[in-house]
């Protein structure tokens, strides 16, 4: 397993843009599938975007429909890091961001990863 840790989060207001990064400790960061996940208040940790282990399709990229487009996930390998940015953030985007990791190529499931990080906070204010 990997461990993870988020960071990059803060207040931030409506239609402004965040990056969230997640460094990952561990050799074998480039064989996993790294995914963003949020979980508002009140409601279930919902999956956001994932991208493939680096060994297939060169990192293939899925996203939810919340993120309609606005939410891009990126990865280095060499610095062992996934990100996520974020644009045109909305105050329903509020939510705790949790990046995990998971053995799968395809992955939308919280049930499909194996390593959480601890959450980084990202509230939007209107």
């Known amino acids: 397993q990997v461990q993870l840790v988020e960071s990059g989060g803060g207040l931030v207001q409506a239609g402004g843009s965040l990056r969230l990064s997640c460094a990952a400790s561990?050799?074998?960061?480039?064989?996993?599938?790294m995914g963003w996940f949020r979980q508002a208040p009140g409601k279930e940790r919902e999956w956001v975007a994932q991208?493939?282990?680096?060994?297939?399709?060169?990192?293939?990229?899925y996203s939810a429909d919340a993120a309609g487009g606005r939410f891009t996930i990126s990865r280095d390998n060499a610095k062992h890091t996934v990100y996520l940015q974020m644009h045109s953030l909305k105050p329903a985007d509020t939510a705790v961001y949790y990046c995990?990791?998971?053995?799968?190529?395809?992955?939308?499931?919280?049930?499909?990863?194996?390593?959480w990080g601890q959450g980084t906070q990202v509230p939007v204010s209107s």
């Open positions: 561990g050799r074998t960061f480039s064989s996993y599938s």
């Open positions: 991208i493939s282990w680096s060994g297939w399709s060169s990192g293939s990229t």
């Open positions: 995990a990791a998971s053995p799968l190529k395809t992955a939308t499931a919280s049930t499909m990863y194996t390593s």
